[in-house]
């Protein structure tokens, strides 16, 4: 049996890895290649592809980088051609995925969707695609399962990776934590683009409160130029490719719109959300969203929980008073610990890899 991943960013890896973890469990002897990067690679895939070649970001971004993924895809096809997989499991990523389903579905290979687009946010257009082009969808949230079936597509809750990595963790208590300085966590995301415009918010934020410590959750495999605007400010410290730790030790934390967010919610960390792109991207997602708000948190609750300081209001001054609230109205603390709770509510009594590893396995037995 050989199965085949691809996980185009280090969220995916992770979530990928825990998946490949339960299927050696369940069969030792599957041999099983990937996209992917160092998680993977431990948990037992022959890395064919690392996902250096995938740090693009937005839609102008991967206009800028279209002949590199036209030559990429054409090397994904040559491996397939070659291994001839059960089945290409794909994760998250659908500006590179989609295409990827296209090309295994015509070379008569099985397509397991493992988070899929988030065509109810924007772009259904794609719901034709994941009905023609895959044959199974394993969803994150559990909305996701009547959305997709509701479309035609063949779409399972499974569980939320998230959560089940979490789980068990819990922040440190508040009396353990130093008054002064103040420990915020910031998580500016993974992509160089994302950092890039939310790096010089936080250094304008620590020079404005001196006396808290901005934690910044920094990524190893974007190195440390990607941080130099914060490099000399003494009350930021870098904390590398650790974010659990990094919130856990936190009394608030600032986060770039994502995955992120809902770490910060399973931890019960207050947050305020930020988000900004170019203004190309930004005007092109306007047009096409369908969805109110941009942080999980708030879309889980179907309501505004937590501040989202997006495009124009992502700047120093507003997202200076949105931290000042946060820290200290309790009524604001109180409304966010309880949708927090509401989430974990939501998303617990499932373990999504092992659910997702046992459909992967019955697929390529059907």
């Known amino acids: 049996?050989?199965?085949?991943?691809?996980?185009?960013?280090?969220?995916?890896?992770?979530?990928?890895?825990?998946?490949?973890?339960?299927?050696?469990?369940?069969?030792?002897?599957?041999?099983?290649?990937?996209?992917?990067?160092?998680?993977?690679?431990?948990?037992?895939?022959?890395?064919?592809?690392?996902?250096?070649?995938?740090?693009?970001?937005?839609?102008?971004?991967?206009?800028?980088?279209?002949?590199?993924?036209?030559?990429?895809?054409?090397?994904c096809k040559r491996q397939l051609l070659e291994l001839r997989p059960e089945v290409v499991i794909l994760v998250d990523f659908s500006g590179f995925n989609m295409r990827v389903a296209r090309i295994a579905k015509k070379l008569g290979i099985k397509v397991c969707y493992y988070i899929p687009p988030k065509t109810w946010a924007w772009g259904a257009w794609r719901l034709s695609g994941l009905r023609k082009l895959t044959d199974e969808v394993l969803c994150i949230f559990p909305f996701e399962e009547s959305y997709f079936r509701k479309h035609q597509?063949?779409?399972?809750?499974?569980?939320?990776?998230?959560?089940?990595?979490?789980e068990h963790i819990y922040p440190v208590k508040e009396e353990s934590l130093p008054s002064s300085p103040l420990p915020i966590a910031v998580l500016p995301g993974s992509r160089i683009q994302e950092v890039k415009t939310c790096v010089p918010v936080i250094a304008g934020l620590a020079r404005k409160?001196?006396?808290?410590?901005?934690?910044?959750?920094?990524?190893?495999?974007?190195?440390?130029?990607?941080?130099?605007?914060?490099?000399?400010?003494?009350?930021?410290?870098?904390?590398?490719?650790?974010?659990?730790?990094?919130?856990?030790?936190?009394?608030?934390?600032?986060?770039?719109?994502?995955?992120?967010?809902?770490?910060?919610?399973l931890l019960g960390i207050p947050q305020i959300v930020i988000y900004q792109t170019s203004w190309v991207n930004y005007y092109l997602a306007k047009w096409m969203l369908q969805i109110t708000y941009i942080s999980l948190v708030n879309i889980l609750l179907n309501e505004?929980?937590?501040?989202?300081?997006?495009?124009?209001?992502?700047?120093?001054?507003?997202?200076?008073?949105?931290?000042?609230?946060?820290?200290?109205?309790?009524?604001?603390?109180?409304?966010?610990?309880?949708?927090?709770?509401?989430?974990?509510?939501?998303?617990?009594?499932?373990?999504?890899?092992?659910?997702?590893?046992?459909?992967?396995?019955?697929?390529?037995?059907?």
């Open 1 to 75: 049996m050989t199965l085949f991943f691809i996980a185009g960013e280090k969220s995916g890896d992770l979530h990928a890895s825990q998946i490949i973890r339960q299927i050696k469990v369940a069969q030792p002897n599957v041999q099983i290649y990937g996209w992917g990067g160092e998680a993977m690679k431990k948990d037992g895939t022959t890395i064919l592809q690392t996902q250096d070649a995938f740090g693009v970001m937005g839609f102008s971004a991967i206009l800028g980088k279209l002949f590199q993924f036209k030559s990429l895809l054409r090397t």
């Open 153 to 166: 597509v063949k779409a399972h809750f499974i569980g939320n990776p998230t959560f089940e990595q979490l």
């Open 209 to 265: 409160y001196p006396n808290y410590q901005f934690k910044l959750a920094a990524v190893s495999h974007l190195g440390a130029a990607a941080y130099s605007p914060v490099s000399e400010i003494p009350n930021v410290q870098l904390k590398w490719d650790d974010s659990t730790e990094v919130l856990r030790h936190s009394r608030a934390a600032v986060v770039n719109s994502g995955t992120a967010t809902l770490e910060a919610a």
């Open 304 to 366: 505004k929980v937590v501040s989202e300081c997006i495009q124009g209001q992502c700047n120093v001054e507003v997202v200076a008073q949105e931290l000042d609230e946060l820290l200290h109205c309790e009524k604001r603390q109180k409304k966010i610990s309880e949708g927090y709770s509401e989430i974990r509510k939501m998303l617990a009594g499932k373990q999504a890899s092992k659910e997702a590893a046992e459909r992967i396995l019955a697929l390529c037995r059907s």
